[in-house]
């Protein structure tokens, strides 16, 4: 028999958590779990899941706007904010029960309560101590605000998801993609929205036509959008905020959200105690396998600031109790993960962007294009596609694509298969293309919009 009470315990109920715990006891691992608020994690509780919810529900504004150049009649649309937010929430208590039937159908514990590190192989929940042989920490992240005067005033993601009524007037700090998809979200609810963000161009990190063209998209669909702009103090004005600009303006709004960014869930754990090494963020600091610098504990997820994606924590779970428990040792591949950003209209994105493939290849081909969608021509929108694809000129591997558009997402995720594969932009060429869609041109892309570039 084990000394410990558990082969795995598991902190933190989320994608990760849970399917690191469902594998390990697919291995025979005697496994539990603690988690503290409800099973599903971030992404299932107070992110993708409910946040697409709001994104679906945003849309249906343009789309009573388009109906009438297709010949359809309605009476005027009119929204209630609180049948919406109920519908979504009998969605997240659905699924936070399945989350929670999973682990425990693979005949694995469940504990409700905080849990902390009292050594390296005990845990504590609420007032009981139990031990396990190995511990994976995935507690994912949290929110945050910028630090200026009156930001308890502001609200963060978290909080969107529940008040209570919709604020007429919002403005949102941030140019990631939560910013921007709250930003298209409100907008498509009727909402007027402000989108505020310090730096020089929206959505940091992605390829720059995307940026230049996703910021355009949304100033056309009615977004005040402000760069170089941030808020230097916010103060309560009846039943009104009074938002203080950097650039020495003012604005009144109903709500503040801010975007700026989330850190990882680490505080208070007891990490420092039992030796686990965590960065300047917070983060766990892990190897290839997930482990941290004490040898028995383990982490995966948004807590480790690795790769922040719902699926990435899922396979990083997934590759730690092969590992551990199933004599299969293997790491994620961080390399080719393909994203969406549900904006409005929405981004999809795999590998390189321009920037990063000519630092890392020295020549590449870069094909563009962007165009009117087939809707448009008969609506009167005024919104434009665009695509993109990046080629290592010497290999001819295609090593990136992006696109900005209706069903972008769903597009580059086929896309990745092809890229993660090693395809070709010959295979591209050869590939035929499904007319009339978007994606087609993705198929159809021949001429270069620069010459190849030598580092």
């Known amino acids: 028999m084990s000394q410990y009470d558990f082969d795995l315990f598991v902190i933190g109920g989320g994608s990760g958590g849970v399917r690191a715990g469902r594998i390990a006891a697919g291995h025979g691992a005697r496994v539990a779990v603690a988690e503290e608020y409800r099973y599903g994690g971030t992404c299932v509780i107070r992110g993708c899941v409910p946040k697409k919810l709001l994104v679906y529900g945003s849309a249906f504004g343009h789309y009573f706007e388009d109906a009438a150049a297709f010949g359809w009649t309605a009476p005027p649309a009119s929204f209630d904010w609180p049948t919406m937010i109920a519908a979504k929430d009998r969605e997240i208590g659905r699924l936070e029960t399945i989350y929670r039937g999973l682990f425990e159908n693979a005949g694995a514990k469940t504990f409700d309560g905080r849990a902390t590190l009292k050594d390296a192989h005990t845990v504590v929940i609420n007032d009981r101590a139990v031990t396990a042989d190995k511990i994976l920490i995935a507690t994912g992240g949290h929110p945050v605000k910028p630090a200026v005067p009156g930001a308890e005033l502001m609200i963060t993601s978290n909080e969107a998801f529940h008040l209570k009524a919709m604020p007429k007037r919002i403005i949102i700090i941030g140019g990631g993609y939560i910013a921007c998809e709250f930003a298209g979200i409100f907008n498509g609810f009727g909402a007027g929205v402000t989108q505020l963000y310090r730096g020089e161009q929206i959505l940091r990190g992605f390829d720059?036509?995307?940026?230049?063209?996703?910021?355009?998209?949304?100033?056309?669909?009615?977004?005040?959008?402000?760069?170089?702009?941030?808020?230097?103090?916010?103060?309560?004005?009846?039943?009104?905020?009074?938002?203080?600009?950097?650039?020495?303006?003012?604005?009144?709004?109903?709500?503040?959200?801010?975007?700026?960014?989330?850190?990882?869930?680490t505080n208070g754990l007891g990490l420092e105690a039992v030796g686990v090494k965590t960065d300047a963020e917070?983060?766990?600091?892990?190897?290839?396998?997930?482990?941290?610098?004490?040898?028995?504990?383990?982490?995966?997820?948004?807590?480790?600031?690795?790769?922040?994606?719902?699926?990435?924590?899922?396979?990083?779970?997934?590759?730690?109790?092969?590992?551990?428990?199933?004599?299969?040792?293997?790491?994620?591949?961080?390399?080719?993960?393909?994203?969406?950003?549900?904006?409005?209209?929405?981004?999809?994105?795999?590998?390189?962007?321009?920037?990063?493939?000519?630092?890392?290849?020295?020549?590449?081909?870069?094909?563009?294009?962007?165009?009117?969608?087939?809707?448009?021509?008969?609506?009167?929108?005024?919104?434009?596609?665009?695509m993109k694809l990046v080629v290592d000129a010497r290999s001819d591997r295609v090593v990136g694509a992006h696109m900005v558009g209706d069903d972008a997402g769903e597009i580059i995720q086929g896309l990745a298969i092809a890229i993660k594969a090693g395809a070709t932009k010959a295979d591209f060429d050869a590939t035929v293309g499904v007319h009339p869609t978007a994606a087609e041109e993705f198929v159809t892309l021949r001429e270069k919009v620069r010459e190849p570039v030598k580092a």
Do not use: C, W
């Not at 669909?221 to 103060?235: F, H, M, N, P």
């Not at 981004?347 to 081909?365: F, P």
């Open 208 to 265: 720059h036509d995307i940026r230049g063209h996703l910021a355009g998209e949304l100033v056309k669909s009615g977004i005040d959008l402000r760069l170089k702009t941030d808020v230097a103090r916010l103060e309560k004005q009846g039943n009104a905020l009074l938002v203080h600009l950097t650039d020495g303006n003012t604005m009144e709004a109903d709500a503040v959200m801010a975007a700026t960014g989330r850190q990882p869930n």
């Open 282 to 386: 917070g983060a766990v600091v892990v190897n290839e396998y997930s482990r941290s610098s004490v040898e028995n504990i383990y982490a995966v997820g948004d807590v480790t600031n690795r790769m922040n994606l719902t699926p990435v924590a899922i396979r990083e779970g997934h590759a730690f109790a092969d590992t551990v428990f199933g004599k299969k040792p293997r790491s994620m591949d961080h390399a080719n993960v393909p994203a969406a950003v549900f904006s409005q209209p929405p981004v999809g994105t795999i590998g390189l962007s321009e920037d990063d493939a000519r630092k890392q290849y020295g020549e590449i081909d870069v094909y563009r294009t962007t165009f009117r969608p087939l809707k448009a021509t008969v609506s009167g929108g005024e919104g434009r596609v665009m």
